[in-house]
T-cell receptor
Framework: NAGVTQTPKFQVLKTGQSMTLQCAQDMNHEYMSWYRQDPGMGLRLIHYSVGAGITDQGEVPNGYNVSRSTTEDFPLRLLSAAPSQTSVYFC???????????????FGNGTRLTVT | AQTVTQSQPEMSVQEAETVTLSCTYDTSESDYYLFWYKQPPSRQMILVIRQEAYKQQNATENRFSVNFQKAAKSFSLKISDSQLGDAAMYFCAYRSPNQGGKLIFGQGTELSVKP
């Protein structure tokens, strides 16, 4: 059982470059989300989705795009990378039934992104 | 919008002693879920304990327990008989079933355990 798979694990970009962080889960979870983790700021929600075709903004959405064409995949796109986007990124998923909200998020292993 | 605040960036505890990590949150909702997650240096996120807002009884998981004060919007984590393996970042989190289930984290508390 793969769980939540994030790729790549590390990435270095130059300012202005674009890239896509990939996230896939094989648990048939409706809810998927992206967080960034910065020292002293915890994990901040970037975007989330409650199902295919449905996405919504989190706390820090600027500079990032998402789409959800399938239940399994939830890619995060950086359109024009900036040094302020240097961070560790986590993808996470869970069910969305009422009981599912009490379930732990399943996290990917994270992507360390450096923008120079 | 909901917010979660952890006012202790760092805490330290002696091995075998008890430590309490603080968490407050701001919400106008009556139905929600609260969590404590642990993040060791491996960056893996591990669920420590969870609490449903409609349950008055405080959750307990072995050495971990919470003090849930709904009116005060407070959700502290108590770790008893601290062990070296408890050293990690601890995050408090709030989840709303009314907003697509989005989950918001606090800033985190780094716990060190002294032998």
């Amino acid at each position: 059982n793969a769980g939540v798979t994030q790729t790549p694990k590390f990435q270095v970009l130059k300012t202005g470059q674009s890239m896509t962080l990939q996230c896939a889960q094989d648990m048939n979870h409706e809810y998927m989300s992206w967080y960034r983790q910065d020292p002293g700021m915890g994990l901040r929600l970037i975007h989330y989705s409650v199902g295919a075709g449905i996405t919504d903004q989190g706390e820090v959405p600027n500079g990032y795009n998402v789409s959800r064409s399938t239940t399994e995949d939830f890619p995060l796109r950086l359109l024009s990378a900036a040094p302020s986007q240097t961070s560790v990124y986590f993808c996470a998923s869970s069910p969305t039934t009422r009981r599912g909200y009490n379930s732990p998020l399943h996290f990917g292993n994270g992507t360390r992104l450096t923008v120079t | 919008a909901q917010t979660v605040t952890q006012s202790q960036p760092e805490m330290s505890v002696q091995e075998a002693e008890t430590v309490t990590l603080s968490c407050t949150y701001d919400t106008s909702e009556s139905d929600y879920y609260l969590f404590w997650y642990k993040q060791p240096p491996s960056r893996q996120m591990i669920l420590v304990i969870r609490q449903e807002a409609y349950k008055q009884q405080n959750a307990t998981e072995n050495r971990f327990s919470v003090n849930f004060q709904k009116a005060a919007k407070s959700f502290s984590l108590k770790i008893s008989d601290s062990q070296l393996g408890d050293a990690a970042m601890y995050f408090c989190a709030y989840r709303s079933p009314n907003q697509g289930g989005k989950l918001i984290f606090g800033q985190g508390t780094e716990l060190s355990v002294k032998p």
